[in-house]
């Protein structure tokens, strides 16, 4: 193996494929700062259902009947399987599907977004599986926020990366004309989320498809770590994820 070595999105990376990607890691998460999410009277009762005291999430599936009527109660439940089982990620998987189904019926959108699981998904000449928000257009869905259950390690950071650019390939496959784009990863740590991103350039990925370093770095962010045991970690959580499905739904693509 060379020094710098072009990476495959289908193989196991290792240091030197970061460094020929020339990623920038932990910057500040900026890219929703300027998108606003106003909410009125039923907005306001709407999230008021994610914000149950913290007891009686950890009793929800022993009050189904009276949270039957809960917009958000699969997400309890599956947030009550992951305070049970810390490492299930099956149930961090559901937690984070079933808390972005919820938001997504928060208001109309123009955008058809939709969530799901091992979606099929072809790059070059093999398919690979990805969970996640996809953007459907006609028969074609494209990933645009994938989720990530976090192991809690070194690899972590490498897996975001990796789905931030399988993300931009295939949308820059089905778009070529665009200039730029954003990719999205809600990861998961436990009842723990965050959002990370990346801004790719249309020369960044035509860099990687010669197999030619790319001149320009890839600088990967990270918001802060929301606890969804507490109901502030949960309200500021939603409230990033409303910005981030707001600005999926009005980017404007060719």
């Given at each position: 193996?060379?020094?710098?070595?072009?990476?495959?999105?289908?193989?196991?990376?290792t240091?030197?494929?970061?460094?020929?990607?020339?990623?920038?890691d932990?910057?500040?998460?900026?890219?929703?700062?300027?998108?606003?999410?106003?909410?009125?009277?039923?907005?306001?009762?709407?999230?008021?259902?994610?914000?149950?005291?913290?007891?009686?999430v950890?009793?929800?599936?022993?009050?189904?009947?009276?949270?039957?009527?809960?917009p958000?109660?699969?997400?309890?439940s599956?947030?009550?399987?992951?305070l049970?089982?810390?490492?299930?990620?099956?149930?961090q998987?559901?937690?984070?599907?079933?808390?972005?189904?919820?938001?997504?019926?928060?208001?109309?959108?123009?955008?058809?977004?939709?969530?799901?699981?091992?979606?099929?998904?072809?790059?070059?000449?093999?398919?690979?599986?990805?969970?996640?928000?996809?953007r459907?257009?006609?028969?074609t869905?494209?990933?645009?926020?994938?989720?990530?259950?976090?192991?809690?390690?070194?690899?972590d950071?490498?897996?975001?990366?990796?789905?931030?650019?399988?993300?931009?390939?295939?949308?820059?496959?089905?778009?070529?004309?665009?200039?730029?784009?954003?990719?999205?990863?809600?990861?998961?740590?436990?009842?723990?989320?965050?959002?990370a991103?990346?801004?790719?350039?249309?020369?960044?990925?035509?860099?990687?498809?010669?197999?030619?370093?790319?001149?320009?770095?890839l600088?990967?962010?990270?918001?802060?770590?929301?606890?969804?045991?507490?109901?502030?970690?949960?309200?500021?959580?939603?409230?990033?994820?409303?910005?981030?499905?707001?600005?999926?739904?009005?980017?404007?693509?060719?």
């Amino acid at each position: 193996m060379t020094s710098l070595q072009s990476p495959s999105i289908l193989l196991k990376w290792t240091p030197n494929h970061l460094n020929f990607l020339q990623v920038d890691d932990g910057q500040p998460f900026l890219f929703l700062s300027n998108i606003t999410v106003e909410t009125d009277k039923v907005d306001d009762e709407f999230l008021e259902y994610f914000l149950i005291p913290t007891q009686d999430v950890l009793n929800f599936l022993h009050c189904r009947s009276r949270n039957r009527t809960n917009p958000f109660r699969w997400v309890f439940s599956y947030l009550h399987r992951v305070l049970e089982v810390a490492d299930d990620p099956p149930a961090q998987i559901g937690l984070m599907e079933s808390l972005l189904e919820a938001l997504l019926s928060f208001s109309p959108r123009r955008t058809r977004l939709v969530t799901k699981r091992a979606e099929s998904l072809k790059i070059g000449g093999m398919r690979i599986k990805c969970d996640g928000l996809f953007r459907q257009d006609q028969w074609t869905l494209v990933p645009v926020a994938t989720f990530l259950v976090l192991k809690g390690s070194d690899d972590d950071k490498i897996r975001e990366i990796q789905q931030i650019l399988a993300q931009a390939i295939l949308a820059f496959t089905q778009q070529p004309e665009m200039d730029e784009f954003i990719g999205f990863v809600v990861c998961s740590t436990g009842a723990a989320l965050y959002l990370a991103g990346a801004h790719i350039t249309r020369g960044y990925i035509e860099s990687l498809r010669k197999y030619q370093r790319p001149s320009l770095h890839l600088q990967v962010c990270r918001s802060a770590t929301y606890d969804l045991k507490i109901p502030d970690g949960r309200k500021d959580v939603a409230m990033l994820l409303l910005r981030m499905l707001k600005y999926l739904d009005e980017r404007k693509l060719p």
